[in-house]
């Protein structure tokens, strides 16, 4: 049988690891001067060569022609590494020996000297599923290790290893394999396979991988077993449960050329004929993006693919702001897509456009205020003598002076009334901070009571129950989510206890404190009654006395307030 790609194609040398330049080369030169660490931490995602970077590592520092820099792969040693017989390579997976009582039996076979090695090589994959106790026993043989023991630890979530085992190795950051390195690896295998394979299949396996190439070996050999050797770009989209329906670039233009009935067509006929709606909404907003990528210009770096490519002829005619617009309201619907509705929703709010702002309303105008009358000019200076005015003469009484005419004048609106000061504003309703201790709870329902019960709501205000709380009631304690009110007389809790007026409170009190709130009640039991004065007795009211004459009895438990 046959070994699958990923493990067949494995990387046997640090310059055959794809996409980590940047921990090769430093390895490389680690190896070249003899400078090697005891520990070594790679982390990365899943499927980046983070593994068989720590086996090449533990093959070169053991190759019997170089051991330092590259491993040969012709010594005995490096034979035995490939064919996974070296003794002295010990692989753990710390995910299924993850207790501490592994780790313990790992620290003791640590001390024995390799077989027939230089040095004995500790693989642990998924280190950071080791238990706290497992972590602390490895603590001690990572600080001091013996000479001829190096530690590789592999983790996917280098976030969950304590501070002290990282402090101890020297970390290696891998990172995604970028498309085209690994659609160039992938074209590497092709050719040693002898397979036949579309360039636009080979980037469309490398996008669906991730930057996982293990993941995008695997998708190679599970379509060469599927449609033989002649691979094609179709039968990718097959596997992969891709659509490639010519109408996502034609929705596409329908919806940046706000075309909503064109729109609602092709959405109707993609659903009548069975499509699975959530792929086809993952290529519409592919399509859009390419798009805007192309229309930004940076579309040789983005790693487009071949079918996103196609619609170039539709940038030049859109704009910019359209394509971002576009993929804000569509990329947020994948999971509510369970049928065509948020599909179309989207369609019609992108081709409307935004709500139009209604009109404010016409206000009336404001009154022209009446012109003032020009001053006068100020009378000709006259001539008197100090002790007597004279006199203007005076026309005849037979002959009068015409009246002056009098300009017709404007008519006046009649003057604004000043407007009537505005109500004062309701009390706002105190709210409580949020998070308090119950103690705290109770000690701000005490000090804001009274505030509480005045900013209430009207219809609220003259409900019985807010009377009934204003009447001798004080909450004493908070017992979880129940607030215990007491009260100072019977009738007035058997009132609050029932069902229309408990529900009022507990509605009033969850609204203040932010919180759900059941109201439990009780009466106190320890108030000092004070005994009516005894008839005659000194400071006796007159009118009691009265009353008392003529048969009258009195109640000694009686409420001082009713509502």
């Not at 993006?289 to 071949?306: D, F, N």
């Amino acid at each position: 049988m046959g070994q699958v790609f990923y493990r067949k194609w494995r990387p046997q040398t640090l310059a055959e690891v794809v996409g980590q330049e940047h921990v090769t080369q430093t390895l490389l030169r680690a190896l070249e001067a003899g400078r090697v660490a005891h520990a070594y931490l790679f982390c990365g995602p899943r499927g980046t060569g983070k593994t068989s970077t720590g086996r090449i590592l533990a093959k070169a520092v053991n190759c019997l022609n170089s051991g330092r820099g590259e491993p040969c792969n012709t010594c005995a040693v490096c034979q035995s590494f490939n064919q996974g017989q070296a003794l002295d390579l010990i692989e753990m997976d710390a995910a299924s020996n993850r207790r501490i009582d592994e780790i313990r039996e790992l620290r003791e076979r640590v001390g024995y000297t390799p077989t027939v090695a230089r040095y004995k090589v500790y693989i642990l994959d998924e280190v950071h599923q080791l238990t706290p106790e497992a972590f602390n026993a490895l603590l001690k043989t990572l600080e001091e290790p013996p000479p001829h023991a190096i530690f590789i630890l592999a983790s996917t979530e280098p976030h969950k290893i304590p501070a002290t085992i990282q402090s101890r190795c020297q970390r290696f950051d891998f990172r995604r394999i970028p498309l085209e390195a690994m659609t160039a690896r992938l074209r590497y295998v092709c050719q040693q396979e002898g397979l036949d394979c579309e360039e636009a299949a080979l980037a469309l396996m490398a996008k669906a991988a991730s930057g996982s190439l293990r993941d995008a070996e695997n998708m190679l050999e599970q379509v060469a077993v599927s449609y033989g050797n002649a691979v094609k770009l179709s039968q990718v989209r097959a596997m992969l449960g891709l659509t490639g329906d010519p109408r996502v670039q034609e929705l596409a233009g329908h919806i940046l050329g706000r075309n909503l009935k064109a729109g609602l067509e092709v959405i109707a006929s993609v659903a009548a004929d069975g499509l699975d709606l959530r792929q086809f909404h993952r290529e519409l907003v592919e399509a859009l993006r390419a798009l805007l990528v192309l229309k930004s210009g940076a579309g040789g770096i983005a790693g487009l693919t071949h079918e996103a490519q196609t619609v170039q002829g539709v940038v030049a005619r859109h704009r910019l702001e359209d394509m971002v617009e576009a993929l804000r309201l569509f990329a947020p619907l994948e999971p509510g897509l369970a049928d065509t509705l948020p599909l179309e929703l989207a369609l019609a709010r992108f081709t409307l456009g935004p709500a139009a702002v209604p009109p404010a309303s016409p206000s009336l105008p404001a009154p022209t205020p009446a012109p003032r009358p020009e001053p006068s000019p100020p009378p000709p200076p006259r001539s008197a003598a100090p002790h007597m005015p004279l006199r203007e003469p005076q026309p005849p009484p037979s002959v009068r002076s015409p009246a002056p005419a009098v300009p017709p004048r404007e008519a006046q609106p009649p003057a604004a009334r000043p407007a009537a000061p505005p109500p004062p504003a309701p009390a706002a309703l105190p709210l409580a901070p949020p998070a308090l201790a119950p103690d705290a709870v109770i000690q701000w329902l005490r000090d804001n009571w009274r505030r509480m019960l005045e900013a209430a709501p009207p219809a609220l205000k003259r409900h019985p129950a807010l009377a009934l709380l204003r009447s001798g009631c004080l909450p004493v304690r908070v017992n979880g989510d129940a607030i215990l009110l007491e009260f100072r007389y019977p009738m007035h809790r058997e009132r609050i206890e029932a069902e229309e007026n408990r529900r009022v409170v507990e509605g009033l009190l969850s609204q203040v404190l932010g919180a759900p709130f059941k109201v439990k009640c009780t009466t106190k039991t320890n108030a000092v009654k004070e005994p009516p004065p005894t008839p005659g007795a000194k400071g006796a009211d007159p009118l009691v006395e009265a009353a008392r004459g003529l048969g009258a009895q009195f109640l000694e438990d009686g409420p001082d307030d009713e509502p």
